[in-house]
C-alpha cells in the first residue's frame, strides 16, 4: 500500500504490527499554531527495532505520545491513520489495547514515583494489566527485576527510586513497561540522561529482550550514532516530517537528504581524528503552518532556489524502488558509483 506521500515501506507478504499514516498532531495555543508532527507515515513489524532520529524539537516525542494517546492539551492528534493488530486506535481508543503498547521514557527519575517502592510500581502494572496481585504478583515483580539485570532483586524490589542508580532506575522503567506484557515498546530517548557505560548496558539488554520477548521496538534519539546500532530501519524526522526512510545499512551508505548527512556526519569516527566534528548552524524551525517550501532549505548546504518556493514530496530512491526514499527536490540526482 502506498501512503499519502507515495511512499512506501512495505514488506510484501508480512503485516505489520503498527501502520502509522499521515499521522498530524497539531498544538493550538492563543498566539500560533504548531503542526508539531505533520503527515508522517511508517510501519513496525514484530520483533523488528525501527529508529526514528532526529534534533531536538524535529517532533519525534510528539510521535511517541500520539502513538500511545498521550497528546496532552492543547495538543490534538487532527489526521491520520493508527492501524495496531488491523484496528486504527483512533476509532477505537486506546482502552483495550493499553498493555500491548508500553513506553520508556528518557529520564528515570521522573517515570518512577518516590513515594512507593520500586516493587509497588511493577506490582501496579502487573494487576492493571495482567490481574496479577499478592503472592503471584510479588514473585512477577522480583522475575522482571532479574531479567533487566538488577542483581539481589529479592531486596531490591522493596527499595525505593532514590535508594537506586540511574542506570538502575532505567532498568526499573523497563521491567514496568514489560509487566504489561508489550508486543510494542516505545523507547523515547532511554539513554539519553546515562553515562556512555550505562547506555551500552540499556541497549544490550534491549535487544536481548528484543530476541527473548519477539519485542517490536521504536526507538527514538538524536544521537545517530544509537539509532545506528539498534534499528534495523530508520526514519529520519525534521520538522514534523519524515524526510528520509530506508534499512540503516542502506541510509548509512548511501543517504541522500543532506539532513541526514549531516546527521551521520555528527557520528564520532567518521570524521578523520585531526578534523573537527563538523556542525549544522541554526535550529530546527518550528512548523507553524503548513510547509511552502523545503523546511531545511535555510540550513541546506546544497539548498536551490526553488527549494525556497517548493516543497519536496517523498519520491522512492532505493535501488528496488520500495524500501528508501527522501523528501529532497535533488534526490536521486547523483550518479550511481562508475557511471560518469
Ligand atoms: S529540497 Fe533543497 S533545501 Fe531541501 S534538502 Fe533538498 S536540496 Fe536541501
Redesign the pocket.
Known amino acids: 500500500m502506498s501512503r499519502p506521500d507515495g511512499s512506501t515501506d512495505r514488506t510484501p507478504g508480512r503485516e505489520p504490527l503498527l501502520s502509522v499514516s499521515d499521522l498530524r498532531t497539531v498544538f493550538y495555543t492563543d498566539k500560533e499554531t504548531i503542526h508539531a508532527v505533520d503527515g508522517i507515515s511508517f510501519d513496525i513489524y514484530p520483533g523488528e527495532t525501527v529508529g526514528l532520529v532526529g534534533e531536538s524539537g524535529s517532533g519525534k516525542s510528539v510521535t511517541a505520545r500520539s502513538l500511545l494517546g498521550l497528546v496532552d492539551e492543547p495538543g490534538v492528534v487532527e489526521e491520520g491513520t493508527l492501524e495496531f493488530k488491523g484496528e486504527d486506535l483512533l476509532e477505537t481508543g486506546w482502552a483495550e489495547y493499553r498493555g500491548d503498547l508500553s513506553i520508556v521514557f528518557q529520564d528515570p527519575s521522573n517515570a518512577l514515583n518516590p513515594v512507593y517502592t520500586v516493587g509497588n510500581q511493577i506490582r501496579e502494572a502487573l494487576a492493571i494489566h495482567q490481574g496479577l496481585r499478592g503472592s503471584a504478583a510479588r514473585e512477577r515483580a522480583i522475575e522482571l527485576l532479574e531479567a533487566v539485570g538488577i542483581p539481589d532483586a529479592p531486596r531490591r524490589v522493596k527499595e525505593y527510586p532514590h535508594q537506586f542508580s540511574g542506570g538502575m532506575q532505567q532498568r526499573a522503567v523497563i521491567a514496568i513497561a514489560l509487566a504489561c506484557d508489550p508486543d510494542l515498546l516505545v523507547c523515547d530517548e532511554p539513554t539519553t540522561a546515562l553515562d556512555v557505560t550505562i547506555q551500552a548496558q540499556i541497549l544490550d539488554l534491549l535487544d536481548e529482550l528484543q530476541r527473548e520477548e519477539d519485542l517490536a521496538i521504536l526507538f527514538i534519539s538524536h544521537d545517530m550514532g544509537v539509532i545506528e546500532e539498534t534499528a534495523d530501519r530508520i526514519n529520519v524526522i525534521y520538522a514534523g516530517e519524515i524526510v528520509e526512510r530506508a534499512p540503516t545499512e542502506r541510509l548509512l551508505a548511501a543517504p541522500e ?3 541526514t548527512e549531516a546527521l551521520l556526519n555528527s557520528i564520532p569516527g567518521r570524521t578523520p581524528p585531526d578534523q573537527r566534528l563538523p556542525t549544522l548552524d541554526g535550529e530546527v524551525p518550528t512548523p507553524d503552518g503548513p510547509a511552502e517550501s ?1 523546511r ?2 535555510p540550513r ?1 548546504p ?3 532556489e526553488e ?1 525556497h518556493e517548493t516543497p ?1 514530496d517523498a519520491v522512492a530512491v532505493g535501488e528496488n524502488g520500495t524500501d528508501h526514499s527522501a523528501a ?3 534526490a536521486g540526482e547523483s550518479e550511481p558509483e562508475g557511471e560518469q
Do not use: G, K, R
Open positions: 537528504h543532506p539532513y523545503c531545511f532549505a541546506c546544497v539548498a536551490v527549494c519536496p529532497c527536490l535533488l
